[in-house]
């Protein structure tokens, strides 16, 4: 996949994660939805490899786009936390 590819893929990452997650993130912009999407996609594939023991494919396709949803939702769940971002 190339790099226009990571960005497209980690905007919709980032965008359906902000869509899931409670909290004040929203808006903060499609830069930073970009950034949480290719981010967590990559916390993702790093976290299923060691539970795995199996190489994860980054490529586009439905399972890699579910697990960048994943991360990208952990990963703003942790961002949510560390900045109080988060819904009180």
């Known amino acids: 996949m190339g790099w ?3 960005i497209v893929f980690g905007a919709l990452a980032g965008w359906v994660a902000s869509l899931i997650v ?3 993130h929203r808006r903060s912009g499609c ?3 970009m950034v ?3 981010l967590g996609a990559l916390l993702a594939g790093f976290i299923y490899q060691a539970v795995t023991d199996k190489p ?3 490529s586009f396709s ?3 786009f579910g697990v960048a949803v994943l991360g990208a939702i ?3 769940a942790i ?3 560390a900045t109080g971002f988060a819904k009180r």
């Open 4 to 6: 226009l590819s990571w």
């Open 22 to 24: 409670p909290g004040k």
């Open 31 to 33: 830069l930073f939805n």
């Open 36 to 38: 949480v999407g290719i």
């Open 56 to 58: 994860w494919d980054y």
């Open 62 to 64: 439905l399972a890699s």
């Open 74 to 76: 952990l990963l703003l």
């Open 79 to 81: 961002v949510g936390l």
